[in-house]
């Protein structure tokens, strides 16, 4: 726990600084905000005053990621990589040393203000003692510690997934867990990032007391609750550097900040253009996020409604930045695979004597999609209709996902309801011909929501494009949780809102209100007792200073040239430290591009 403690400190610090100096000049960057006009009727520029200060370390996160995932084309991720980071951010401290001083006073003035500071310490520590140990996610030793290995070792290789051909699912998450592993130092891979990442919407569920004193609810209230229940869910698991994780939290993150903006009032466009981004960089961790392209309907739209020389500059800016996000993620994958996006084939732009056989790879996409499905089979169900493996699929989720799961399809019906009035009243106006529809208010939500109709369609709509992509594609729910769960959480519950602020009196409101405090306390500490339970069964005393490390396997070993590759003498994991591995014997099947293992790898019939 201890070493994850330190860590983070690290992290945040780096983070915090990067992303500190990276908005303060993009928001000094002329057009990027809208500018105010003075007496001369002149526009001046202005800063923005970000308000959710984990803003910052969020857009660190990004930032470093990209930064790690260019290191790696080149060398590797090490001390080297730590150095350069650790100077960049001394020089924005010393750089912006007294605004950072004048944001810290004011942060630590208003954590002190109440009890908060206790509060966010408190969650600060339980998440690092949860990221101490637990139980690893059974691909992190399969081949995520592998993976993370390479980028450590190497950088990165040609043809890495024709070794391993789950070496070839490429995540901006595993070299951004391989910079901040602290191999260099000599001892353990430390696994921490997942865990972070838990941190950080932890924190920002921190903010449902507000519920209390507000008295009243909102959106972002019943995506914050999914969000708790999530971080329960994961509790002992988070310490694996598991993709799923890194996804899940993040999503909850920008969907949970998006909902905060828009009960805020914010105006401004330029944080809808950060979370958009940070969407597409959702999309690096894990393809399946493909679909949160769709928030940038939002930015787009306020960039181009009454668009100026200054807002076309900050859409040109903010499409640049979405190129930097990609574009490493994107030239990992063509060099670990040889296609742009593995497993997909009919993106066959390319002809590498490196490249995974498009045999090889369409059968792995049909491997995810059958397993995903609830069958190992592939030969049997691959082409399994519909009719047969969604009832399979459907009696194999158990307990609350399948409530969530029924609820979720209950809300696309909803949805449909909220977009047909919608566009009805939007035609109303229009033609004139639907005064009375446009009239009424049934739909409208008071002020105490601060959500707009086209807002909320837009979330919504993305989310329902997520929940079809991932049920379409591979729909094992712990893929596709997150969606599951927000689906109902942002639809139902302004639903709820609707109908608790129309049609209940104040008297029913507030016993609503005093019955959710019981029943979520209730339920949080019981969850908590749970939790704590489960865990004093597993305790041990070093996870106090140490973090648990990847496990550990039996294998044997078998030449490729030179060089001494391992695989595991039963199953298919590994662990970390027999490197390089394999699943199994591949000799014949693989061969080395040259004589060393940095040359990188192609299928033998190549």
């Not at 992303?19 to 990027?32: A, I």
């Not at 391989?178 to 430390?190: D, P, T």
């Not at 972002?220 to 971080?231: G, H, K, N, T, V």
């Not at 190992?376 to 799961?405: H, Q, R």
């Amino acid at each position: 726990m201890l070493t994850v403690l330190v860590i983070w400190m690290y992290v945040i610090a780096t983070t915090y600084l990067i992303g500190y100096g990276f908005l303060m000049s993009l928001v000094n960057m002329p057009g990027m905000l809208p500018g105010k006009k003075n007496k001369k009727h002149e526009r001046e520029s202005r800063r923005y005053d970000f308000k959710f200060r984990e803003s910052y370390i969020i857009t660190g996160i990004v930032l470093v990621t990209v930064y790690a995932q260019i290191v790696s084309l080149f060398t590797k991720v090490s001390l080297g990589a730590n150095l350069v980071l650790l100077a960049l951010s001394v020089l924005i401290a010393v750089y912006y040393r007294e605004e950072l001083s004048d944001d810290f006073l004011s942060m630590l003035g208003k954590l002190k203000a109440g009890a908060n500071f206790y509060v966010y310490l408190a969650v600060f520590l339980i998440m690092a003692y949860g990221t101490s140990h637990g139980y690893m996610h059974y691909d992190s030793d399969l081949y995520h510690a592998q993976a993370i290995r390479w980028i450590e070792e190497y950088g990165i290789v040609r043809g890495l997934g024709n070794l391993h051909v789950r070496l070839a699912y490429n995540s901006s998450a595993f070299p951004l867990s391989a910079l901040y592993s602290f191999r260099f130092l000599g001892g353990q891979s430390y696994h921490v990032m997942s865990g972070f990442f838990a941190l950080l919407l932890a924190w920002q569920c921190v903010d449902i007391k507000n519920f209390i004193r507000r008295g009243h609810p909102v959106i972002s209230d019943f995506a914050r609750l999914a969000a708790i229940y999530y971080l329960f869910t994961i509790y002992d698991e988070m310490m694996a550097p598991a993709s799923d994780y890194f996804l899940s939290c993040l999503v909850f993150y920008i969907i949970i900040h998006w909902l905060d903006m828009n009960v805020r009032h914010e105006r401004s466009y330029l944080p809808y253009i950060l979370l958009a981004l940070l969407g597409v960089f959702a999309i690096t961790i894990k393809l399946s996020a493909a679909p949160m392209l769709l928030l940038t309907i939002v930015p787009i739209y306020k960039l181009f409604h009454n668009r100026t020389k200054q807002k076309m500059r900050a859409f040109w800016v903010s499409v640049a930045l979405a190129f930097v996000i990609v574009l490493p993620f994107l030239i990992r994958n063509i060099i670990l695979s040889g296609w742009l996006l593995y497993p997909v084939t009919f993106l066959d732009f390319f002809s590498f004597y490196w490249e995974i056989p498009k045999g090889l790879a369409a059968y792995d996409a049909l491997e995810i999609r059958t397993f995903g499905r609830g069958y190992n089979d592939v030969a049997t169900y691959a082409s399994a209709p519909m009719s047969e493996w969604i009832p399979n699929w459907f009696a194999s989720i158990t307990g609350l996902d399948k409530i969530m799961l029924i609820l979720a399809l209950l809300s696309i019906v909803v949805y449909v309801i909220y977009l047909v009035y919608f566009v009805l009243a939007f035609a109303g106006e229009k033609t004139e011909k639907l005064k009375g529809l446009n009239d009424s208010k049934v739909f409208e939500i008071s002020h105490r929501s601060m959500l707009s109709m086209a807002d909320f369609l837009t979330i919504g709509g993305t989310l329902i494009g997520c929940f079809a992509f991932w049920f379409m594609s591979a729909p094992l729910i712990r893929y596709g949780i997150v969606y599951v769960w927000l689906l109902p959480a942002v639809i139902l519950g302004r639903t709820f809102i609707l109908v608790y602020n129309r049609l209940f009196e104040d008297e029913v409101k507030d016993t609503v209100v005093k019955a959710f405090v019981i029943v979520f306390l209730a339920w949080f500490i019981y969850k908590c007792a749970i939790v704590a339970l489960e865990d004093n069964r597993h305790f041990n005393p070093e996870y106090l200073l140490r973090q648990q490390d990847y496990g550990s396997y039996e294998v044997d070993t078998f030449k490729m040239g030179d060089e001494t590759f391992y695989y595991p003498v039963s199953g298919d994991q590994v662990g970390y430290d027999p490197f390089p591995s394999a699943t199994h014997d591949i000799t014949g099947e693989v061969e080395l591009i040259g004589g060393e293992i940095k040359e990188g790898f192609k299928a033998a019939s190549q």
